[in-house]
């Protein structure tokens, strides 16, 4: 399978504190998505990094990215009830530039 | 804006029934996608179509076939449901930089049973 593995599978943390997820793949790739799924809802997009970037940003989000690894990591900071839903990274590979893979999503509690 | 539509919302079927889930998005996209999510499997890639005019397996194509009717529409059909196939559905669009895949906008999902 291609499929990307996240980790942790859960996290519970207090509002205010910093959330970070890590994603990591097996092949190349073009580039590498988080999206976020509240409960019960289709996914929506977060961001998106490029093979030849290291390092994005966007609002509240970081998104890294380490090719020589083959992993990236979400830092979510200054967590949010709302933030709470879970959240899956997808790989974009070199080798077939159609098909986006999604790993199995971390999911995240974050208590009032 | 309609973004990707999809229908219906819910299904529940009989083992060894038809049905054809419907896909439709409005933003002029190349590509569109059908996954399927699992509790805790993540989404699972059924089928895509990379541009009109073609389709392409996924992870998991078997007991599915879709068409790409037009640039708009990407339709997923079960031909013999199966209870394996209770799932939630989701079809998904995106545009392309060239040949690179750029981020993909979801319908809702369709929830589908089958007994």
Redesign the interface.
Known sequence: SQQGEEDPQALSIQEGENATMNCSYKTSINNLQWYRQNSGRGLVHLILIRSNEREKHSGRLRVTLDTSKKSSSLLITASRAADTASYFCATAYSGNTGKLIFGQGTTLQVKP | NAGVTQTPKFQVLKTGQSMTLQCAQDMNHN?M?W?RQDP??????IY?S?SEGTT?K??VPNGYNVSRLNKREFSLRLESAAPSQTSVY?C?S?A?TG???????????TQLSVL
Do not use: C, I, N, Q
Request: charged fraction near 20%.
């Open positions: 590509s996608y996954y805790g499997m993540g989404l699972r890639l895509y990379a392409d996924g992870e989701f998904a995106s392309r040949m690179t895949l750029e981020k993909l906008f979801f319908g809702s999902g």
